[in-house]
């Protein structure tokens, strides 16, 4: 496998998986657009030869497609399944020991290698040296979207009980000191989170590493959610195909892999403003205090190659990430949560708020009128697992008469509205964590949550057209059909939730007494319900990114029995709300200066 990065631009060349781009390339928006008509269109991967403004040359669009992903790691793949696989299910492994044996083999010989001598494969650069890449109008700056950000247990160092993950950096802008300082964005449960509070423990500032570039393998490695006791740093041993190589250099690890190596030191007490940034959801993540890590020596190998990615409306290449992941990982959800079948993540919507789950059903065999009850204990579980803890709607069932798919989101929405009990089946969370990007909650990571079960008998036949008696006004107007049982309905501009509560309510009330709801398990209070309508990913987007469940789920017929909350129609307001965080749009000029580009290249935009 692939010793660089180098190695393996040359190789996805060599095999008509990569593009190169000789014209000079601005890193202010033009990379970045660029780089998503590429992946629109499933293109090849990019090298961007010429970068306006630096001496390195950038990569993006390494990860586009799931196929050029498994390509690249064509070699050790199976292996690392293997591997994965053994640690989810060591009782497995212990019954087959011999079919188990090459795994074993492959975690020994992937042990991290230290070597002597330090920086003499480097030579010494300054920050604004690097691409300075840009990617939406209202970004603070310039970001580092592909880091992998090395920091170890100040209680116990080496590799082995090191955490690499992906947080994104700020390269400039804001109150940010350039080549003296960056900004790091991350959550304060992540790996690096933990590090850090032992540190303050000590007393003593957390050493950092960003590493930028190297095997694809480390890359991969800085996301991937791995069993408990499976190092980042072996399994990128394992998926390189080579072990990871380092040293240190004024007590700061170094990979000697890594085409880049920012090294420097975070101070607890030492914040400033980080952001904007155009995020996975679709909108900007805004300005907050985060911590800000102290530059010390930048490193850059000969040749280094700078990758990047973007991140936006998805679907993009995090998208990708997401089913590579989801490939490598195999059965692990299974493992981790007994008597989950499934659970899915809804890349349309942002990929947390949205989670849509299978999973058994064996409380109630013999009782005459089948109801959630398992499901409900499974839900719980889901929601305080890992990542999926951030998510707002969770949709669950479990599989009767026939099978279902998670990933087919339009049955399963339909397969649930028909046998959801509105006035049983929906159980809120309030005042609790969300994802730190959502901006439809109270505060930065705080919102609700709801757990939406079904199981049973077919309740309903869904509407599969708007009905001709739909009590439309001048104030919820334009319905629109946006799947059977769900109709979007064009609302005027969000003002106040007080507004809406009124508005809603006096609209719940003319649905009730004009008309039978019981077609029409879901109604969206949206701003433009053509859009919502025009397409399943219009509408897993705007409502699910848009709404906050406990202040924008309302109801016909709604009712509180002993702190239980009901309705015979579920409406979510989906409108944007004065709080929320703009919409990521391109900037028209640069738009038509890459139009120019790309068709010198010979890639016309579709």
Request: net charge negative; charged share 25%.
């Amino acid at each position: 496998m692939y010793q660089n990065l180098n190695e393996c631009v040359e190789d996805l060349e060599k095999h008509g998986h990569l593009v190169r781009i000789k014209e000079e390339v601005d890193p202010y928006l033009e990379m970045a657009s660029v780089h998503l008509r590429f992946y629109e269109q499933e293109g090849p991967a990019i090298l961007f030869e010429n970068v306006k403004g630096s001496p390195f040359q950038a990569v993006s669009n390494l990860f586009g497609t799931v196929e050029r992903s498994k390509f690249i790691f064509r070699k050790n793949w199976k292996q690392v399944q293997n591997v994965i696989a053994m640690r989810n299910d060591p009782v497995q492994a212990l019954k087959h020991p011999l079919r188990n044996m090459t795994s074993g083999l492959t975690a020994v010989k992937a042990l991290p290698k230290k070597k002597k001598g330090g920086t003499e494969d480097f030579r010494e650069v300054s920050i604004s040296d690097l691409p300075m890449i840009q990617h939406w109008p209202r970004d603070g700056g310039a970001f580092l979207t592909l880091p992998q950000v090395y920091t170890e247990d100040p209680e116990k160092s080496g590799p082995m009980n090191a955490n690499l993950g992906m947080y994104r950096v700020q390269l400039s802008g804001n109150e940010f000191i350039q080549d003296e300082e960056v900004g790091l964005h991350y959550q304060i449960q992540r790996g690096i989170g933990v590090h850090q509070a032992k540190a303050v423990a000590k007393g003593e500032p957390l050493k950092v590493s960003i590493f930028l570039g190297g095997p694809p393998a480390h890359t991969i490695s800085a996301v991937m959610p791995l069993p408990e006791g499976l190092s980042e740093m072996m399994f990128a041993g394992m998926l390189a195909g080579r072990r990871f190589q380092y040293s240190y250099e004024d007590g700061y690890c170094i990979n000697h892999d890594a085409d880049f190596v920012i090294t420097g030191e975070i101070y607890p007490e030492d914040t400033k403003p980080e952001g904007p940034f155009g995020d996975h959801l679709g909108y900007y993540s805004l300005t907050h205090d985060f911590p800000v890590m102290k530059v010390h020596k930048v490193y850059a190998r000969d040749k280094a190659i700078l990758p990047f990615t973007v991140v936006g409306r998805p679907p993009q290449e995090d998208t990708s990430f997401g089913a590579v992941i989801h490939e490598m990982t195999g059965e692990a959800i299974k493992q981790e949560i007994t008597g989950v079948k499934e659970v899915h993540a809804v890349d349309a919507a942002g990929v947390h708020p949205l989670l849509l789950a299978i999973g058994s059903e064996r409380y109630t065999p013999f009782q005459s009128v089948k109801q959630p009850a398992e499901l409900l204990t499974i839900a719980n579980r889901i929601l305080g697992t890992g990542q999926l803890s951030l998510a707002k709607y969770l949709f669950i069932t479990a599989e009767q008469e026939r099978e279902l798919d998670t990933h087919q989101e339009e049955d399963f929405f339909t397969y649930m509205l028909e046998r959801i009990n509105l006035r049983r089946d929906l159980h809120f969370q309030t005042k609790t964590t969300i994802d730190t990007l959502d901006y439809s909650g109270e505060g930065l990571n705080e919102g609700s949550k709801v757990v939406i079960a079904a199981y049973g008998d077919v309740k309903r036949d869904l509407c599969q057209l708007v009905p001709d008696g739909f009590p439309a006004d001048s104030s919820m107007h334009l319905p629109k059909l946006v799947m059977p049982g769900v109709i979007a309905v064009e609302a005027p501009e969000f003002a106040s939730y007080k507004q809406a509560v009124e508005e809603i309510a006096a609209f719940a009330e003319r649905l009730d007494q004009q008309w039978d709801v019981k077609e029409t398990p879901m109604i969206i209070i949206c701003d433009d319900s053509s859009f919502v309508s025009d397409t399943m990913r219009n509408f897993l987007w705007a409502v699910f990114t848009r709404s906050n469940p406990s202040h924008d789920i309302h109801g016909v017929n709604s009712f509180y029995e002993n702190k239980h909350w009901g309705c015979d129609s579920l409406i979510i307001d989906a409108r944007i709300k004065p709080h929320h965080a703009p919409p990521l749009l391109p900037d028209e000029n640069v738009e038509h200066r890459v139009d120019d580009l790309m068709e010198r290249i010979g890639l016309r935009k579709k």
